[in-house]
Nanobody
Framework: QVQFVESGGGLVQPGGSLRLSCAAS????????MGWYRQLPGKQREWVAV???????NYLDSVKGRFTISRDNAKNTVYLQMNSLKPEDTAVYYC????????????????WGQGTQVTVSS
């Protein structure tokens, strides 16, 4: 069973930065494209950033230029560097595999970690 363990969240002021980490079990990172998702209060989970197996990336328009996704296959870890954070980035962030279907990115697995809370507030 695939497992994801997210960490690195916290409380940060607007304009600040955080680096999220996601440790994945097995060799998921070396096989599949990976993504970061977030769930804002009262809303459905949405994809935020995607790192394809060929190294290409995609970002939600609202985070382009501020967030960067990367991975370290040797450590089975995927990262999300978040800069210039805004209050509207406040959410629980998750990682998972990703594939493209019906005009959006979706997780291959319906297994989710506990997520990591990011709160952007002054």
């Amino acid at each position: 069973q695939v497992q994801f363990v997210e960490s690195g969240g916290g409380l940060v002021q607007p304009g600040g930065s955080l680096r999220l980490s996601c440790a994945a079990s097995g060799s998921v990172l070396s096989i599949y494209s990976m993504g970061w998702y977030r769930q804002l209060p009262g809303k459905q989970r949405e994809w935020v950033a995607v790192l394809h197996t060929n190294g290409n990336t995609n970002y939600l328009d609202s985070v382009k230029g501020r967030f960067t996704i990367s991975r370290d296959n040797a450590k089975n870890t995927v990262y999300l560097q978040m800069n210039s954070l805004k209050p509207e980035d406040t959410a629980v962030y998750y990682c998972n595999t990703v594939y493209y279907s019906l005009n959006t990115y979706r997780p291959r697995y319906d297994y989710w970690g506990q997520g990591t809370q990011v709160t952007v507030s002054s």
